[in-house]
T-cell receptor, first 115, second 113 residues
Framework: EAGVTQFPSHSVIEKGQTVTLRCDPI?????LYWYRRVMGKEIKFLLH????????ESGMPNNRFLAERTGGTYSTLKVQPAELEDSGVYFC?????????????FGPGTRLTVL | GNSVTQMEGPVTLSEEAFLTINCTYT??????LFWYVQYPGEGLQLLLK?????DKGSNKGFEATYRKETTSFHLEKGSVQVSDSAVYFC????????????FGQGTELSVKP
């Protein structure tokens, strides 16, 4: 069974540009989460999808961030326009059931650098 | 609010040394507690978990006991190996809040031969 995959693994962009991160969850997992770790600090929750619906987006930092999960499969996280403080590692995780209490499986992360 | 505090790293140990990484939490109710590990170049992996007070999670020689009276979930291993070098994250989950994890800042462990 394939694990959670994320693309790209690294992205370096200029301030003001747009970047789109992609996450492919484990097949059959209804729950998909986005997290971010900035500059060696704690990993922070961004949002949670159940299938294609946003269950909780309380961690999204501002309206420059847009997450989608069309069709309830893969998800994208777009940052537009990117700012310096958006630099960090973006993790995606997925879990099976709709209750959200199953183990979350994480992808390797996308390292975003905004110059 | 809910939060997790871990001891700061990096922690450097010699092979076969005893490991303790402290983790304390603040939460209302009865959260589930987790330790995740991130090996170099890889994603986070669940190392162990405990879902109620006095539960002990264990895996790969690591152990942690859910202590409600001290709001702690310290990670221990009796004899570390070079292959244990990684970043360790303590986390909690409120199971009535949709499953999102709240992490500590991570503790980097380096084990020298």
């Amino acid at each position: 069974e394939a694990g959670v995959t994320q693309f790209p693994s690294h992205s370096v962009i200029e301030k003001g540009q747009t970047v789109t991160l992609r996450c492919d969850p484990i097949s059959g997992h209804d729950n998909l989460y986005w997290y971010r770790r900035v500059m060696g600090k704690e990993i922070k929750f961004l949002l949670h999808f159940v299938k294609e619906s946003k269950q909780d987006e309380s961690g999204m930092p501002n309206n420059r961030f847009l997450a989608e999960r069309t069709g309830g499969t893969y998800s994208t996280l777009k940052v537009q326009p990117a700012e310096l403080e958006d630099s960090g590692v973006y993790f995606c995780a997925s879990s099976r059931s709709g209750t959200g209490t199953d183990t979350q499986y994480f992808g390797p992360g996308t390292r975003l650098t905004v110059l | 609010g809910n939060s997790v505090t871990q001891m700061e790293g990096p922690v450097t140990l010699s092979e076969e040394a005893f490991l303790t990484i402290n983790c304390t939490y603040t939460a209302t109710g009865y959260p589930s507690l987790f330790w995740y590990v991130q090996y170099p170049g890889e994603g986070l992996q669940l190392l162990l978990k405990a879902t109620k007070a006095d539960d002990k999670g264990s895996n790969k020689g690591f152990e942690a006991t859910y202590r409600k009276e001290t709001t702690s979930f310290h990670l221990e291993k009796g004899s570390v190996q070079v292959s244990d070098s990684a970043v360790y994250f303590c986390a909690l989950r409120r199971d009535n809040q949709g499953g999102k994890l709240i992490f500590g800042q991570g503790t980097e462990l380096s084990v020298k031969p």
